[in-house]
């Protein structure tokens, strides 16, 4: 027997589809793009292809960040009127790093009913064969572009003690492996290039052999970069320094180009400090010498 809420009327699924090998999609997935009455997409050809390698004809309809705002409420209309529409986006799950998110948020507030439907996606597989710690992770999805701004997101992950995954395009990955040597420190890492495709690669090493790998062979394709959790025993050094708290505020201020309340929070955290205690700690650091 199927959930009520696959049989309802009016409804929004969201499809995981395949990120590179076209036989990683799941039964139901095929089932619902059959059953529905239309198929939102980023590009309808690169779905059409799909489709056609499982003889499913279907009516499509974009549905990507360039036009999200006007096509979201006419998709939300349609439901309500009864339509049964399917997400997907070009690769993997809809919303991780892709649109989708106005369109689910207008659908609960007009109480469309929205369905998962769950399968492939880049960054588990990635992990899963890392070879990085996988307890605990952090998806930052894609690193800035710009140069400054790409070095002041990596210094806000410069602590973080879970494995770091970040997707990045091929002609960036060199300048972003450079940056995260720079400001993480040479730490393992895991490159892993067409996950699932014919040409699907795994590096591991540290982050300058990653660097010194794609000087050799450069890395062209969908990328997934997963870099180690922040050292415990840096963690332990950096609790027990010497540097007042104002002084590492300032610091990171002037090198990271953090606002104020961003550098706070940073070095509350290498400090083990919970939000208030750093405020706390700051007023005392900043107060006036007794005479």
């Not at 960054?123 to 400054?148: T, V």
């Not at 990596?154 to 997707?167: A, C, H, K, N």
């Not at 995260?180 to 895991?190: M, Q, S, T």
């Not at 050799?216 to 708290?245: N, V």
Request: net charge negative; aromatic share 4%; hydrophobic share 40%.
């Amino acid at each position: 027997m199927e959930p009520q809420s696959e049989s309802r009327a009016g409804c929004l699924y969201l499809v995981a589809t395949p990120i590179g090998n076209l036989e990683d999609i799941t039964l139901r997935a095929l089932r619902i793009l059959k059953e529905v009455d239309q198929i939102a997409c980023e590009d309808t050809r690169h779905t059409q292809k799909l489709l056609s390698h499982y003889n499913i004809r279907k009516s499509l309809v974009s549905y990507h960040e360039h036009n999200e705002m006007t096509r979201a409420p006419e998709l939300v209309v349609a439901m309500e009127d009864g339509a049964r529409i399917a997400l997907v986006s070009d690769a993997g799950m809809p919303l991780v790093s892709d649109p989708g998110y106005r369109l689910v948020t207008l659908c609960l507030r007009h109480r469309v009913p929205v369905v998962p439907i769950p399968g492939p996606s880049a960054l588990l597989a990635a992990l899963s064969a890392s070879g990085l710690p996988n307890e605990e992770f952090l998806f930052a999805g894609f690193l800035p572009a710009r140069s400054g701004e790409r070095r002041r997101a990596l210094e806000r992950l410069r602590i973080e003690d879970r494995t770091v995954i970040l997707y990045e395009a091929p002609h960036r990955i060199e300048e972003a492996l450079s940056d995260a040597r720079e400001i993480l420190g040479d730490r393992p890492a895991c490159l892993a290039r067409e996950v699932t495709k014919l040409h699907e690669e795994f590096r591991r090493g540290s982050l300058s052999e990653l660097s010194a790998s794609l000087s050799e062979k450069p890395a062209r394709g969908e990328i997934t970069l997963l870099i180690a959790p922040f050292p415990a025993e840096e963690r332990a050094a950096q609790r027990d320094t010497s540097q007042s708290l104002a002084e590492r505020v300032d610091e990171l201020i002037r090198q990271a180009k953090l606002d104020r309340k961003e550098a706070l929070k940073l070095a509350a955290k290498e400090r083990g400090l919970t939000k208030r205690a750093a405020y706390q700690a700051l007023h005392l650091d900043l107060r006036e010498p007794e005479a």
